[in-house]
Structure formats: C-alpha cells, structure tokens
C-alpha cells in the first residue's frame, strides 16, 4: 500500500501562495495519477485536481485560474500551488493517489489563510 | 457541476444492526461512477467502494454498494464496532468531482 505525508506551512497570509508537497513512499510516482482534495471547516470536501505522471493535469474549474499542480519523480513528490489566498482557501487539505476514486490518501494538513 | 446531497445526517444503530446509507445526486451519474469512502477522527479517508459496488481492497463482505443513476446506497449489513464513523460518498464521472456532506454512523 502506497503511502502519502502532506507538508507544508500551516498559515500563509492573505493574497500569497500556498504551497504543499505530498511525499509518497512505498510506491513510485511515474506509475499512477495523483489528486489534491480540501475540505474547508464545515464544509464539504472539494476536489482540487490531479496530475498524471506524464505531467497532464486537470483542475477544478473554480480553482483553475488559481492552481497548478507539479511532479517531480526524481523525489518521489508532488506539489500543489494555490495563488492569492483568500480567508475562504482555508481547509484540511489531502493528497491521494488516483485520478477519480482514490485507494489512498495522506493524513491531511490544516492550512490557515490569516495575517 | 453534481450536487451529491446524502442521507440521514446521523444514524444511530447497535452494533448488530443493519445500516442503509443513502446518496442521491442532482444529475445522473453515468458510468456508476460513485465511491463511498470511511473516515475517522484523525485518520486518512479510506474508500470502501468505488464503481458504485465494487469493494475495495480489504473491505470485508457485510459493506456493499448498490444503485445507478441518480440514486445510491451503502449498505451494512451488521454493524461492527469498528463501522461506526462518517461515511462520504463522491462522484467522478462529470468535472468538478464532488462528494456528499457525509453520514456520520454513531452508537445507539
């Protein structure tokens, strides 16, 4: 079973980047396709997007302006940037394998819009 | 984008019983392509069923995924202590995949 840790910083201010990077291990990367998915408190879960080994991505259309989803297989990782924050980006934010149904998912991370 | 509105809220079941969960989507979702996934407090989701009836790895018998369209159930069959937990359930057949709002399954 493929395993996933997300990291990252906890509070990020209004209108900067948020940046995330999912380590997977026991599995390699150049074999499947990998999502980010985020769930703001009290809300439900929202699907970020996902991103084939290959590079070939796709994102959620009310994120899309914003995201951009990377992989670098020499580290066995992926990452997620989220541009101009607001208040309403903050979430627990997952990292899983797969590009529709997802077998595995990290822990999730709380991350914090605020200045 | 498909709105997955799921029901009840909160069930509250004895161990031994059976739980009938229900997920109900604003469009038809072809190509089942509905997974149910199980969460608890501090731990990772972990799917169940995807393909709308196909148990995952692992996943013993007494859970199992019925419907088609617009309508959905998990089902289990007898509750063990281990069951009771916020099950979700999740679209990926129409861009933007989404998920339901969850049932939390809570002894009775």
């Known amino acids: 079973q493929v395993q996933l840790q997300e990291s990252g910083p906890g509070l990020v201010k209004p209108s900067e980047t948020l940046s995330l990077t999912c380590t997977v291990s026991g599995g390699s990367i150049s074999s499947h396709s990998w999502s980010w998915i985020r769930q703001p408190p009290g809300k439900e879960r929202e699907w970020i997007g996902y991103?084939?080994?290959?590079?070939?991505?796709k994102y959620n259309p009310s994120l899309k302006s914003r995201v951009t989803i990377s992989v670098d297989t020499s580290k066995n990782q992926f990452s997620l940037k989220l541009t101009s924050v607001t208040a309403a980006d903050t979430a627990v934010y997952y990292c899983?394998?797969?590009?529709?149904?997802?077998?595995?998912w990290g822990q999730g991370t709380l991350v914090t819009v605020s200045s | 984008e498909i709105v997955l509105t799921q029901s009840p809220g909160t069930l509250f079941l004895s161990p031994g019983e059976r739980a009938t969960l229900s997920c109900r989507a604003s469009?038809?979702?072809?190509?089942?392509?509905l997974a149910w996934y199980q969460q608890k407090p501090g731990q990772a989701p972990r799917v169940f069923i995807y393909?709308?009836?196909s148990r995952a790895t692992g996943i013993p018998d007494r859970f199992s995924g019925s419907g088609s369209g617009t309508d959905f159930t998990l089902t289990i069959s007898r509750l063990e202590p281990e069951d009771f937990a916020v099950y979700y359930c999740q679209q990926y057949d129409t861009s933007p995949w989404t998920f339901g709002q969850g049932t939390k399954v809570e002894i009775k």
């Open positions: 469009q038809s979702v072809s190509s089942s392509s």
């Open positions: 991103i084939y080994y290959t590079g070939t991505t």
């Open positions: 393909g709308a009836s």
């Open positions: 899983a394998r797969g590009s529709g149904w997802y077998p595995d």
